[in-house]
């Protein structure tokens, strides 16, 4: 496969009269047919608005989800009436990739028409980057375009073995995250801070630890590092790693990225009971950690504060609770200090913080909402260059 950060932007392409493959993400959260964040469906309307002037018949291709096989909870026609709307324009759905089929329907629509095809992970070739599913891909368009950043790290049929079958060119939201990786570029040492519920040893490879100066870790992936370093965690939820935490630990110490974990937490005994901010210390079996606590806040921000570049992948705590949302909105405001002081920029890679940002009017000032996961953000910034980069989740 081609590099990503080699192909050039549709613009410079000549599409019209042509039909155009365009790989996007519609992996949308949806629940009862009701899509709940319609971010990643916005950020392709400049691509598909310019295909669509160019009088190219468009092909669209995403995925959704992990189906197993055809299951129709994961059918992308449930999306359609959605991303119509978003994008401003009719959108034609085909349940099928077939060659007979897809033409048959775009040959009876006028130049400058969308069509939709079925989710493709419902076809094994997709997943398994097969050459020949490529290649059914491929028979269906003149022209590739990828402008799904955040499926880009896959090795996947429709971003990857495609890419030696059709001529290929960069969408305008995968250029612009692109360009936007390359302006984060800084000798300022960086920081993560990871707040979320599961483990996964692969999101702090040693590739991350050589990115990150520091790693603030939180939410429930800290107690399964504090449990493994001996501390009591009480009833909050943790996974039972003590073997790969501490590995990541070290892996961390031998790439000079200092890990710091919570020293103080917000804990109750349920979600609704009477709340009490503790030591680690000082943790009982009936608590439940919900929130970090205001000295653990401040080592956050001290942290911060030596950094120019910041990834945010998630709340500190159940911030949707009044009791618990003191630790989020608290890094909130430190990232807002901490732009206004020296230009720090923040990376936010979870939807649940965007949203968040969005209600307290904050997020076009200091962030930037990239698509792509954490767990590919540090390889991706490897890739182009960067060094020492700061992330908080």
Known sequence: MGDIR??????????????????????????????????????IAPTVEFLVKAKAKVVMISHLGRPKAREEEFSLKQVVDVVSKVLGVEITFIPDITREEVDSVIDSLPWGSVVLLENLRFFAGEVENDLGFAGQLASLADIYVNDAFSCSHRKHASVDAIMNLLPSFAGFNLQEELNYLDGIVSESPGCHNRWGENFCKDTYAPKFCEQAGFSNIGG??????????????????????????????????ESGCKIILPVDHAVAQNLEGPVTVKDNNDITMEDSIFDIGENTSRIIEETIRKCKTIFWNGPLGVFEHESFKGGTERLTKALVSCHKENGAKTIIGAAIVYSLCDRLVIVNKIFHMSLLAEEHFCTSLHCRGSTRIFSTT
């Open 6 to 43: 080699d192909l050039p932007v549709i613009d410079a392409a000549n599409i019209s009269n042509s039909r155009v493959l365009l790989r996007v993400d519609l992996n949308v959260p949806i629940s009862n047919g009701e899509v709940h964040d319609k971010t990643r469906i916005e950020r």
């Open 220 to 253: 429930s992936l800290s107690t399964t590092f504090l449990d493994a370093m001996g501390f009591k965690v009480g009833n909050s939820f943790f996974e039972k790693n003590v073997e790969e935490a501490l590995a990541v630990i070290e892996a961390a110490k």
